[in-house]
C-alpha cells in the first residue's frame, strides 16, 4: 500500500508538470470564468446559460484532459525506458499500473475541482440557485472521467499513445450514442445485425447513465436510486478494466 501511495504521488506530480495538463487547466479556468459575461442581458435564463455553459465546458475539459492523460502514462513510461526501473525493484507492476492510474485521476479531479469551484462561485457572485441537478451532473462528470481513465488505462497497456486515443475517443462517442445503438439494434430486421448491436450495446460503456448535464439546464432532480446505480456501474465497469489491463500489463515483454 505504501508503494502504491508514492507512485501514485508521483504520477500525480508528474501529469501535474505536463503541458496539456497546465495549458488545458489555464485555458478551462478562463474559459469558464468568462462564459459569465457572455450573459449579462439574459437576466431571465442566466442561471441556465451559466449551467449549461459552465458545466458542459467543465465535462469537455475533464474528459478530454482524462483521456490524454490515461493514453499517454504507460506508452510514455516505456519510451523514456523509466518503467524498466520501476520492473526491476520489489514493485509488482499491477501496482505500478493502478498507481499511475490513480495519480492521473487525482490529476484530473485536481483540474475539475478548480473548474467547479469557480463555476460556484459564478453562482455566488451573481447570486444564482444551485441545485440538486447540478451537484448531480457534476458527479455525473467525475464518474465518466474514472471510466474513461479507466479505458485509456486499458488501451495503452498493450499499445501506442496514438492508438490508445484514437480508440478511446472512439469509445467516447460511442458510449454517449448507447441509445440510438440500441434502437438501430432493436429496430433491425436482420437478426446478425441485431445481436452484434445489442452485444455492443451491452458490452461497451455506456456513457449516457452518467450524463445528466441536460436535467442540470433545466433543473430537474435526479432520483437517488438512479444516481446510486450509475455510480455503481462507472466503479464496476473501471474496475474490471483496470484488472484486465493489469493482466496485460503483467504479460507484456518490454524487451
Not at 53 to 61: D, E, K, N, Q, R
Not at 74 to 84: C, G, H, N, Q, S
Not at 155 to 182: C, E, N, R
Request: aromatic share 12%.
Amino acid at each position: 500500500m505504501r508503494a502504491l501511495f508514492f507512485i501514485a504521488l508521483n504520477g500525480f506530480r508528474e501529469s501535474r508538470r505536463n503541458r496539456v495538463t497546465v495549458v488545458v487547466g489555464l485555458f478551462a479556468l478562463l474559459l469558464v470564468f468568462f462564459t459569465t459575461f457572455s450573459f449579462e442581458l439574459a437576466v431571465n435564463t442566466l442561471d441556465r446559460a451559466m449551467t449549461s455553459v459552465g458545466i458542459g465546458f467543465i465535462s469537455l475539459i475533464s474528459e478530454v484532459l482524462a483521456i490524454f492523460l490515461a493514453c499517454g502514462m504507460l506508452p510514455r513510461e516505456v519510451e523514456r525506458r523509466t518503467v524498466f526501473l520501476v520492473v526491476s525493484k520489489p514493485v509488482s507492476r499491477t501496482i505500478f499500473l493502478v498507481g499511475r492510474y490513480l495519480g492521473n485521476l487525482a490529476t484530473v479531479l485536481f483540474v475539475f475541482s478548480l473548474m467547479t469551484g469557480l463555476f460556484f462561485l459564478q453562482f455566488v457572485v451573481l447570486r444564482g440557485t444551485v441545485t440538486q441537478a447540478h451537484l448531480v451532473a457534476l458527479v455525473g462528470i467525475v464518474a465518466e472521467v474514472v471510466l474513461l481513465s479507466a479505458v485509456g488505462l486499458l488501451f495503452s497497456s498493450f499499445s501506442s499513445q496514438f492508438i490508445s486515443v484514437t480508440t478511446t475517443v472512439g469509445l467516447f462517442f460511442v458510449g454517449h450514442m448507447a441509445s440510438d445503438l440500441y434502437r438501430l439494434a432493436s429496430a433491425s430486421k436482420a437478426p446478425a445485425v441485431k445481436v452484434v448491436g445489442l452485444a455492443l450495446y451491452y458490452l461497451l460503456p455506456n456513457l449516457e447513465r452518467l450524463d445528466f448535464k441536460l436535467r442540470a439546464t433545466h433543473s430537474l432532480p435526479t432520483p437517488p436510486g438512479e444516481l446510486g446505480a450509475a455510480l455503481a456501474y462507472s466503479g464496476l465497469y473501471a474496475t474490471l478494466l483496470v484488472a484486465v489491463a493489469a493482466w496485460i500489463f503483467e504479460r507484456r515483454d518490454f524487451r
